[in-house]
Protein backbone atom coordinates (compact mmCIF):
# COMPACT_ATOMS: atom_id res chain seq x y z
CA UNK A 1 0.00 0.00 0.00
CA UNK A 2 1.72 3.44 -0.77
CA UNK A 3 2.28 5.71 1.92
CA UNK A 4 -0.87 8.30 3.03
CA UNK A 5 1.80 11.08 1.86
CA UNK A 6 2.25 9.95 -1.54
CA UNK A 7 -1.59 9.40 -2.07
CA UNK A 8 -2.40 13.09 -0.99
CA UNK A 9 0.48 14.45 -3.35
CA UNK A 10 -1.26 12.22 -5.95
CA UNK A 11 -4.59 13.49 -5.56
CA UNK A 12 -2.90 16.87 -4.84
CA UNK A 13 -1.29 16.55 -8.33
CA UNK A 14 -4.36 15.45 -9.79
CA UNK A 15 -6.54 18.79 -8.61
CA UNK A 16 -4.42 20.74 -10.19
CA UNK A 17 -4.14 18.89 -13.96
CA UNK A 18 -8.16 19.10 -13.63
CA UNK A 19 -7.49 23.02 -12.50
CA UNK A 20 -4.96 23.99 -15.08
CA UNK A 21 -7.40 21.84 -17.56
CA UNK A 22 -10.56 24.01 -16.37
CA UNK A 23 -8.32 27.63 -16.96
CA UNK A 24 -6.82 26.62 -20.37
CA UNK A 25 -10.42 26.15 -21.82
CA UNK A 26 -11.67 29.24 -20.64
CA UNK A 27 -8.72 30.92 -22.11
CA UNK A 28 -9.27 29.26 -25.64
CA UNK A 29 -13.08 30.59 -24.69
CA UNK A 30 -12.21 33.98 -24.01
CA UNK A 31 -10.13 34.29 -27.11
CA UNK A 32 -12.75 32.62 -29.04
CA UNK A 33 -15.26 35.55 -28.14
CA UNK A 34 -11.83 37.94 -28.50
CA UNK A 35 -11.64 37.05 -31.64
CA UNK A 36 -15.51 36.96 -32.50
CA UNK A 37 -16.03 40.78 -31.34
CA UNK A 38 -12.75 41.44 -33.52
CA UNK A 39 -14.45 40.19 -36.79
CA UNK A 40 -18.14 41.74 -35.39
CA UNK A 41 -16.73 45.42 -35.15
CA UNK A 42 -15.71 46.00 -38.35
CA UNK A 43 -18.70 44.63 -39.40
CA UNK A 44 -20.96 46.59 -37.54
CA UNK A 45 -19.59 49.41 -38.19
CA UNK A 46 -19.92 48.98 -42.06
CA UNK A 47 -23.81 48.22 -41.28
CA UNK A 48 -23.92 51.60 -39.68
CA UNK A 49 -22.10 53.71 -42.12
CA UNK A 50 -24.53 51.66 -44.77
CA UNK A 51 -27.25 53.24 -43.15
CA UNK A 52 -25.90 57.01 -42.28
CA UNK A 53 -25.48 56.68 -46.00
CA UNK A 54 -29.25 55.50 -46.62
CA UNK A 55 -30.73 58.63 -44.69
CA UNK A 56 -28.76 60.83 -45.85
CA UNK A 57 -30.17 59.33 -49.68
CA UNK A 58 -33.84 58.67 -48.39
CA UNK A 59 -33.78 62.36 -46.67
CA UNK A 60 -32.13 64.12 -49.12
CA UNK A 61 -30.77 65.89 -46.39
CA UNK A 62 -28.54 69.23 -47.16
CA UNK A 63 -26.96 69.59 -43.44
CA UNK A 64 -25.11 66.79 -41.62
CA UNK A 65 -27.00 65.43 -38.93
CA UNK A 66 -26.16 65.29 -35.39
CA UNK A 67 -23.72 62.41 -33.43
CA UNK A 68 -25.23 59.30 -33.77
CA UNK A 69 -23.00 57.36 -31.24
CA UNK A 70 -22.94 57.01 -27.87
CA UNK A 71 -26.61 57.20 -26.14
CA UNK A 72 -27.82 58.78 -29.59
CA UNK A 73 -30.19 56.34 -31.61
CA UNK A 74 -28.09 54.28 -34.10
CA UNK A 75 -28.50 54.52 -37.89
CA UNK A 76 -29.82 51.23 -38.48
CA UNK A 77 -32.70 52.09 -36.43
CA UNK A 78 -33.25 55.32 -37.49
CA UNK A 79 -33.27 54.31 -41.42
CA UNK A 80 -35.77 51.63 -39.73
CA UNK A 81 -38.21 54.57 -38.47
CA UNK A 82 -37.55 56.76 -41.77
CA UNK A 83 -38.77 53.87 -44.06
CA UNK A 84 -41.66 53.30 -41.69
CA UNK A 85 -42.90 57.19 -41.90
CA UNK A 86 -42.16 57.53 -45.64
CA UNK A 87 -44.51 54.34 -46.18
CA UNK A 88 -47.00 54.85 -43.65
CA UNK A 89 -47.62 58.47 -44.07
CA UNK A 90 -48.38 58.84 -39.90
CA UNK A 91 -50.29 61.44 -39.02
CA UNK A 92 -49.26 62.22 -35.29
CA UNK A 93 -45.76 60.54 -34.29
CA UNK A 94 -44.90 60.38 -30.78
CA UNK A 95 -41.33 59.92 -29.26
CA UNK A 96 -39.92 59.38 -25.91
CA UNK A 97 -36.86 61.23 -26.00
CA UNK A 98 -35.91 63.88 -28.38
CA UNK A 99 -32.72 64.06 -30.81
CA UNK A 100 -31.54 62.60 -33.92
CA UNK A 101 -34.78 60.36 -34.64
CA UNK A 102 -37.10 63.72 -34.03
CA UNK A 103 -34.65 65.86 -36.93
CA UNK A 104 -35.58 62.60 -39.26
CA UNK A 105 -38.90 62.26 -38.33
CA UNK A 106 -39.28 65.71 -38.97
CA UNK A 107 -37.89 65.47 -42.25
CA UNK A 108 -40.21 62.63 -42.89
CA UNK A 109 -43.11 64.44 -42.60
CA UNK A 110 -42.20 67.46 -44.36
CA UNK A 111 -41.04 65.02 -47.55
CA UNK A 112 -44.93 63.27 -46.72
CA UNK A 113 -46.42 67.02 -46.83
CA UNK A 114 -48.12 65.69 -43.50
CA UNK A 115 -48.72 65.10 -40.17
CA UNK A 116 -46.38 66.24 -36.98
CA UNK A 117 -43.87 64.87 -34.39
CA UNK A 118 -44.80 65.29 -30.58
CA UNK A 119 -41.15 64.87 -29.10
CA UNK A 120 -41.16 64.18 -24.96
CA UNK A 121 -38.32 65.18 -23.21
CA UNK A 122 -37.39 65.64 -19.93
CA UNK A 123 -33.97 67.43 -20.25
CA UNK A 124 -34.21 71.08 -20.34
CA UNK A 125 -31.20 71.40 -22.30
CA UNK A 126 -31.46 68.80 -24.37
CA UNK A 127 -34.89 69.79 -25.13
CA UNK A 128 -33.33 73.37 -26.62
CA UNK A 129 -31.05 71.74 -28.21
CA UNK A 130 -33.25 69.48 -30.51
CA UNK A 131 -35.40 72.84 -30.84
CA UNK A 132 -32.14 74.40 -32.13
CA UNK A 133 -31.43 71.55 -34.74
CA UNK A 134 -34.80 71.86 -36.06
CA UNK A 135 -34.56 75.18 -36.36
CA UNK A 136 -31.13 74.77 -38.63
CA UNK A 137 -32.48 71.81 -40.76
CA UNK A 138 -35.96 74.04 -41.61
CA UNK A 139 -37.54 71.42 -39.85
CA UNK A 140 -39.86 72.93 -36.90
CA UNK A 141 -43.05 73.46 -38.11
CA UNK A 142 -42.74 69.70 -38.77
CA UNK A 143 -42.09 68.91 -35.03
CA UNK A 144 -42.39 70.01 -31.39
CA UNK A 145 -40.47 69.21 -28.50
CA UNK A 146 -42.29 68.95 -25.19
CA UNK A 147 -40.48 69.69 -22.39
CA UNK A 148 -42.06 66.84 -20.05
CA UNK A 149 -40.37 66.45 -16.61
CA UNK A 150 -40.65 62.92 -15.07
CA UNK A 151 -43.29 62.94 -12.78
CA UNK A 152 -44.49 59.99 -10.48
CA UNK A 153 -47.11 57.84 -11.69
CA UNK A 154 -48.36 54.70 -9.68
CA UNK A 155 -48.86 51.61 -12.37
CA UNK A 156 -49.14 48.36 -11.63
CA UNK A 157 -48.84 48.70 -7.69
CA UNK A 158 -45.31 50.46 -8.45
CA UNK A 159 -44.15 54.34 -8.64
CA UNK A 160 -42.65 55.05 -11.65
CA UNK A 161 -40.75 58.44 -12.56
CA UNK A 162 -42.04 59.14 -16.10
CA UNK A 163 -42.63 62.04 -18.70
CA UNK A 164 -45.45 64.02 -18.02
CA UNK A 165 -48.52 63.79 -20.57
CA UNK A 166 -50.21 67.07 -20.49
CA UNK A 167 -48.94 68.32 -23.91
CA UNK A 168 -49.47 65.41 -25.64
CA UNK A 169 -52.25 66.01 -28.80
CA UNK A 170 -55.50 63.99 -27.34
CA UNK A 171 -56.14 62.37 -30.70
CA UNK A 172 -54.85 59.10 -31.98
CA UNK A 173 -51.07 58.07 -32.25
CA UNK A 174 -50.35 56.63 -35.66
CA UNK A 175 -46.47 55.89 -34.87
CA UNK A 176 -44.45 55.51 -31.49
CA UNK A 177 -41.07 55.70 -30.99
CA UNK A 178 -39.68 54.56 -27.20
CA UNK A 179 -36.26 55.56 -26.45
CA UNK A 180 -36.14 56.92 -23.18
CA UNK A 181 -36.36 57.56 -20.27
CA UNK A 182 -32.68 56.65 -19.93
CA UNK A 183 -32.20 52.85 -18.33
CA UNK A 184 -30.60 55.12 -14.63
CA UNK A 185 -33.65 56.64 -13.93
CA UNK A 186 -34.92 52.85 -12.64
CA UNK A 187 -35.65 49.59 -13.53
CA UNK A 188 -37.22 48.84 -16.34
CA UNK A 189 -37.85 52.75 -16.65
CA UNK A 190 -39.61 52.60 -20.92
CA UNK A 191 -42.31 50.37 -18.98
CA UNK A 192 -44.74 52.95 -18.65
CA UNK A 193 -45.22 54.04 -21.99
CA UNK A 194 -47.49 50.87 -22.65
CA UNK A 195 -50.08 51.76 -20.02
CA UNK A 196 -49.75 55.46 -20.56
CA UNK A 197 -49.66 55.53 -24.15
CA UNK A 198 -50.92 52.00 -25.87
CA UNK A 199 -54.29 53.06 -25.13
CA UNK A 200 -53.82 56.13 -27.27
CA UNK A 201 -52.90 54.34 -30.46
CA UNK A 202 -54.88 53.89 -33.46
CA UNK A 203 -55.91 50.77 -35.51
CA UNK A 204 -53.03 50.98 -37.40
CA UNK A 205 -50.76 52.26 -35.00
CA UNK A 206 -47.07 50.54 -34.88
CA UNK A 207 -44.66 50.93 -31.90
CA UNK A 208 -40.36 50.70 -32.50
CA UNK A 209 -38.90 50.13 -28.79
CA UNK A 210 -34.99 50.98 -29.50
CA UNK A 211 -32.29 49.30 -27.27
CA UNK A 212 -34.70 45.91 -27.59
CA UNK A 213 -31.49 43.67 -26.74
CA UNK A 214 -30.82 44.40 -23.12
CA UNK A 215 -32.13 42.80 -20.12
CA UNK A 216 -34.75 45.55 -19.02
CA UNK A 217 -36.29 45.69 -22.59
CA UNK A 218 -36.26 41.70 -22.96
CA UNK A 219 -38.63 42.16 -19.71
CA UNK A 220 -40.95 45.49 -20.64
CA UNK A 221 -41.19 43.33 -24.02
CA UNK A 222 -42.65 39.99 -21.80
CA UNK A 223 -44.92 42.60 -19.87
CA UNK A 224 -46.32 44.27 -22.33
CA UNK A 225 -47.15 41.61 -24.75
CA UNK A 226 -48.95 39.81 -21.20
CA UNK A 227 -50.76 43.46 -20.96
CA UNK A 228 -51.76 43.62 -24.69
CA UNK A 229 -52.28 40.63 -26.06
CA UNK A 230 -53.66 42.04 -29.56
CA UNK A 231 -49.98 43.74 -29.94
CA UNK A 232 -47.89 41.57 -32.42
CA UNK A 233 -44.40 41.82 -31.95
CA UNK A 234 -41.26 41.33 -34.30
CA UNK A 235 -37.58 42.14 -34.06
CA UNK A 236 -35.24 44.26 -36.76
CA UNK A 237 -31.98 43.82 -37.13
CA UNK A 238 -30.30 46.83 -35.80
CA UNK A 239 -27.12 47.28 -33.45
CA UNK A 240 -28.59 47.52 -30.12
CA UNK A 241 -31.96 46.23 -30.84
CA UNK A 242 -35.00 46.70 -32.41
CA UNK A 243 -38.81 45.60 -31.65
CA UNK A 244 -41.40 46.40 -32.90
CA UNK A 245 -45.28 45.94 -32.28
CA UNK A 246 -48.32 46.70 -33.77
CA UNK A 247 -52.09 45.02 -33.88
CA UNK A 248 -53.15 41.73 -34.93
CA UNK A 249 -54.20 41.20 -38.60
CA UNK A 250 -58.49 41.34 -37.86
Same mark, same amino acid.
Given at each position: ???? &??????????? /? *??????? &??? $??????????????????????????????????????? #???? *????????? /??? $?????????????????? &???? $???????????????????????????????? /????????????? #???????? *????????????????????????? #??? &?????????????????????? $????????????????????????? /???????????????????
Amino acid at each position: MLPY &TIISLLCLALL /L *GMYNARK &TRQ $VHVLLDQVHDQAHQQPVTLFRQLEALQGLYVELALRRSL #PDTR *GWAASPDFL /LEL $VRHARSAVPLTVVECSSG &TSTL $VLARCMQLNGAGKVYSLEHDLQYAEQTRQQLH /LHGLHGWAEVLYA #PLQPHSLA *GEHWPWYGLADVPAGGIDMLVIDGP #PQG &TRAQARFPAGPLLFPRLSDNAV $VFLDDASRPDEQAILQRWQQDYPEL /LRSSRQCEKGCAVLQRRAR
